[in-house]
């Protein structure tokens, strides 16, 4: 059973940052690209960040560009998002998902398994 759990979501002031991880068990995570989406209250889900099966490539969405980091551990089978400079319109509910190959892409449909999302409040 492929399992995926955040951790390090919470509450921050504008400039401040967080980190979030994502623990992946039930599958040979050093195949698969990973990605991170966020949902903020009444948007629809958007993606955040993907990183390739060997963290070689990554790419962002232009809103987090130049202030969020998506990196691997295969060792650890873990995947983190470094956020800094946070804004109050970062605010959602993060999820990590991992992807059906080892490539990315910025489509949902590409990623078949989810984590259940981890909160990020950031006041101004």
């Known amino acids: 059973q492929v399992q995926l759990v955040e951790s390090g979501g919470g509450l921050v002031q504008a400039g401040g940052s967080l980190r979030l991880s994502c623990a992946v068990s039930?599958?040979?995570?050093?195949?698969?690209?990973m990605g991170w989406f966020r949902q903020a209250p009444g948007k629809e889900r958007e993606f955040v960040a993907a990183i390739n099966w060997n963290g070689g490539n990554t790419y962002y969405a232009d809103p987090v560009k130049g202030r969020f980091t998506i990196v691997r551990d295969n060792n650890k089978n873990t995947m983190y998002l470094q956020m800094d400079s946070l804004k109050p319109e970062d605010t959602a509910v993060y999820y990590c998902a991992i992807a059906s190959g080892g490539t990315y892409r910025t489509s949902e449909s590409w990623y078949n398994y989810w984590g259940q999302g981890t909160q990020v409040t950031v006041s101004s």
């Open positions: 039930g599958r040979t995570f050093s195949n698969y690209a």
